[in-house]
């Protein structure tokens, strides 16, 4: 019998309250039409992939109740209901927007930004998420048996709150980018060791989106780690081998590419390497399909990972 188990963390689909720039923690947001269409790009991907998990659970939340259903449904799957996965709780900001935030709570934000465990709003910290995240994690890990394979649909912060957790990464300067509507994050144990298998993968949604987009446009280098052909997948017009660059691609590339896309095909070994080496000790996979990195001046951020698969070919 196989020694490991493995978690896959999928955020929601676009909300209402995405769509409108509006802060959510537990409030019930439900998805936005397009939330709906990403949720269906994700089952249908799942259904290609041939996904056999042991067990489906999701947040109490409806817009990642609904995601999850819309793959639920698509491979006769049962999801249980769990509020332990919910958001963090925001207390007073549900609801406003970043320009009412800042008039309205200054000194609170102020205090967060500088990494300080402030509660937000009056409602958790992010050390109260990171908490109560890693207990709903280690109960549901606690609880598979060895080869099993579970998938949680959650909330962009608790995926946050779990890697920073569970794979040490630092949050400043950011190590990993912010959580794509309904990317995966697949984590795997073995010999009780946490490995990262995937993260914020969503080729089912085409090319980069949101996070590293804004971050291209705002000047920083958005490099396409290739290490295969993928269905579906436009590789940018610069490209790049492995052996036409030194042992620091990725700086290399964000001094003479920035805000620019670029592509940078290697093996899995070599896109592995780099990838550790520029983000520090975190444990990979083998990196298959496409990885994107964002590099500037400040530093370099894992936007997404894939484990290739079915996607790539």
Request: hydrophobic share 40%; glycine share 10%; proline share 4%.
């Amino acid at each position: 019998m196989s020694a490991f188990v493995e978690i896959t963390l999928v955020r929601h689909g676009q909300s209402e309250s995405n769509v409108t720039g509006r802060w959510q923690g537990q409030g019930d947001s439900a998805l936005s039409e397009h939330g709906r269409e990403q949720a269906f790009s994700l089952a249908a991907r799942l259904v290609r992939e041939g996904a056999a998990f042991d067990r489906w659970l999701s947040s109490d939340l409806q817009r990642a109740h609904d995601t999850g259903l819309a793959s639920a449904a698509r491979l006769g799957a049962t999801l249980e209901v769990d509020p332990t996965w919910r958001e963090i709780d925001v207390g007073a900001w549900e609801g406003l927007t970043n320009a009412e935030v800042e008039a309205r709570f200054p000194e609170e934000l102020a205090a967060i930004s500088k990494g300080e465990q402030v509660p937000v709003g009056g409602g958790e910290s992010w050390a109260d998420l990171a908490a109560r995240a890693h207990r709903a994690f280690e109960a549901l890990r606690g609880s598979m048996r060895p080869g099993e394979r579970a998938v949680v649909f959650t909330h962009g912060g608790v995926i946050a709150a779990l890697l920073t957790t569970l794979l040490g990464v630092r949050r400043r300067p950011r190590a990993l980018g912010n959580v794509t509507n309904t990317g995966v994050t697949t984590i795997r144990f073995e010999a009780n060791a946490p490995l990262l298998v995937r993260f914020n993968d969503h080729l089912h949604l085409g090319g980069p989106r949101g996070w590293s987009e804004e971050r291209r446009e705002g000047g920083a280098a958005l490099i396409s780690v290739l290490t295969d052909e993928l269905h579906g997948y436009t590789q940018p017009p610069i490209a790049y081998d492995a052996d036409e660059l030194d042992d620091d691609p990725f700086g290399h590339l964000a001094s003479s590419h920035a805000g620019e896309r670029v592509a940078l095909r290697a093996t899995p070994e070599r896109a592995t390497a780099w990838v550790s080496a520029a983000l520090g000790p975190s444990r990979f996979a083998p990196i298959r399909g496409v990885t994107h990195v964002v590099a500037s001046e400040r530093g370099y951020t894992l936007a997404d990972l894939s484990s290739g698969g079915p996607e790539s070919k």
